[in-house]
């Protein structure tokens, strides 16, 4: 699982490089959008196919948690951050969006009953400075007081909510049977925004975008989000969100693979420091 976790954050890392080729076609609410719009239903396609209509099934008192899940980790995720990007910078989004991990450790701690270790703590402190280093390219810069800034603060606390309730719903169910759910009813709460704002007609939009989105929508979506919330159901929230830090690692390394991008000694230091933060937090001490 640990392994799965590092390959799902060098997605999640790559999905930055491929919302910029989609970018340069088409509006990022209809990248958004249109990422779920491809994601929801082939899940329900491949599930249905593989396991049987009967792995949809559902207690009517889960639909509320369900419901939660795919409001914070789908559409107001997507729909608050898309808007902040207006009103910040990159460095100041990619740094504060991490502060998810700190929501997560409390949370989990306050409504799982998960052991708040010192080991995690710490290695949470330093994996955050290493990815401070990495987004802001050894500067420290950046000013928390701008609209967009606590936005994506927003952001962070509704990856988190959605973390705590996709650990209380795990085991319950089979990670498909939730996850199907999550993007259903995610997607349907997508739906007004793009028709609210303008969109490009689906069969004009050019062959490098389309190949972002089906990136976005297989590897970013579906696989990422089923291993993430297998995960929640056999490790720790506060454990599983340590790799989190792992993303800007991974977007910077593939920005300088794919897209040239230098890599500096701020960078490299920062790396570091996420995976030293990560390996302290995985230590089996408290």
């Known amino acids: 699982m640990i392994t799965g976790l590092f390959v799902i954050n060098v997605f999640w890392g790559g999905s930055f490089i491929a919302n910029a080729v989609a970018l340069k076609s ?12 491809i994601a929801a239903p082939l899940l329900a396609i491949v599930t249905l196919l593989w ?28 729909v608050i951050q898309v ?30 009953a998960e052991r708040l270790t010192t ?19 050894g500067t420290l810069a950046f000013s928390l007081g701008k609209a967009g800034d606590l936005m994506i603060i927003v952001c962070a606390l509704l990856w988190a909510i959605y973390s705590i309730f996709g650990k209380k ?13 999550v993007f259903i009813l995610g997607t349907v709460g997508l739906v007004p925004f793009y028709l609210l704002t303008p969109h490009t007609d689906l069969t004009t939009i050019p062959l490098p975008a389309l190949a972002s989105i089906l990136f976005l929508s297989v590897f970013c979506s579906i696989i ?30 593939l920005a300088w693979l794919i897209l040239g991008e230098s890599l500096t000694t701020a960078s490299g230091i920062g790396g570091l420091l996420v995976l030293a933060g990560m390996w302290i937090a995985e230590r089996k001490t408290t």
Request: overall charge positive; aromatic content about 12%.
């Open 169 to 181: 719903i795990s085991g319950k169910y089979h990670p498909l049977t939730a996850l199907n759910w």
């Open 83 to 112: 808007t902040a990007q207006s009103y910040t910078t990159a460095i100041n989004a990619s740094l504060l969006i991490n502060t998810s991990t700190f929501f997560i450790l409390f949370l989990s701690a306050m409504f799982l």
């Open 26 to 37: 088409i509006g990022p609410i209809e990248i958004a959008s249109i990422r779920f719009f």
């Open 119 to 137: 080991s995690r703590l710490i290695g949470a402190f330093i994996g955050f400075g290493g990815v401070a280093l990495l987004v802001s390219g």
């Open 224 to 253: 990422g989000y089923l291993v993430y919330n297998v995960a929640l159901e056999s490790m720790d929230a506060s454990r599983v969100a340590l790799f989190i830090y792992l993303v800007p690692l991974s977007t910077i390394v």
């Open 51 to 78: 396991k049987g209509p009967g792995i949809f099934r559902i207690e009517p008192k889960d639909l509320a948690a369900l419901a939660a899940m795919a409001a914070t980790g789908v559409t107001l995720q997507y």
